[in-house]
């Protein structure tokens, strides 16, 4: 095996695949109140979703949790999976509609490089609502290096780049 392997710089995750207990609520969260696209169901079981027409981001399935409880929060496990909005003021349309619908927000942090807003879908599993800001802007250590970090969101002042 080659000690120097780099991963290619344009690689990118392509979608995630979720176990679901049970479908019509997943696609209810999913379609209906994140927006996303049903693009295909897959028999009585799975569904794939999408954003602006791509074949799949999201894969729903029940395949081995049709009526299951979540997974238990402390084991192994996916942590969350990341929806990458195209600007702020998207992310503030999103998390104006989540507090509308007075769906819960478990966290909202400014990573320095990103902002976030944390939630979980009906069957537990994380997610993780995000804008980039543009590269230029990422704060950087003395070195050079990307600082990440984690402050509180300011979330009034997000929603102000709906004004």
């Known amino acids: ?68 409880e979540p997974a238990p929060r402390h084991t192994a496990g996916l942590f969350h999976a990341a929806i990458l909005y195209p600007t ?3 992310l503030a349309a999103i998390l104006k509609r989540l507090l509308d619908a007075g769906y819960p927000i478990t966290g909202a942090s400014d990573h320095g490089v990103s902002e976030a807003i944390y939630l979980n879908d009906p069957d537990q599993n994380g997610l993780e609502l995000y804008w980039d800001r543009p590269k230029d802007e990422w704060p950087k250590t003395d ?8 402050e509180a969101l300011d979330l009034e002042g997000l929603l102000r780049e709906l004004d």
Not at 143 to 150: A, D, E, I, K, L
Request: no cysteine.
């Open 143 to 150: 070195s050079g290096g990307v600082n990440m970090y984690t």
């Open 88 to 90: 702020r003021k998207d």
């Open 1 to 68: 095996m080659e000690d120097n392997y780099k991963v290619p710089a344009k690689t990118a995750i392509g979608h995630v695949h979720l176990k679901v207990a049970d479908l019509k609520r997943s696609l209810e969260f999913y379609t209906g109140l994140l927006g996303f696209e049903l693009t295909q169901m897959y028999g009585q079981d799975a569904a794939f979703i999408s954003a602006g027409g791509y074949h799949h981001h999201i894969g729903l399935n029940t395949w081995y949790s049709k009526g299951k």
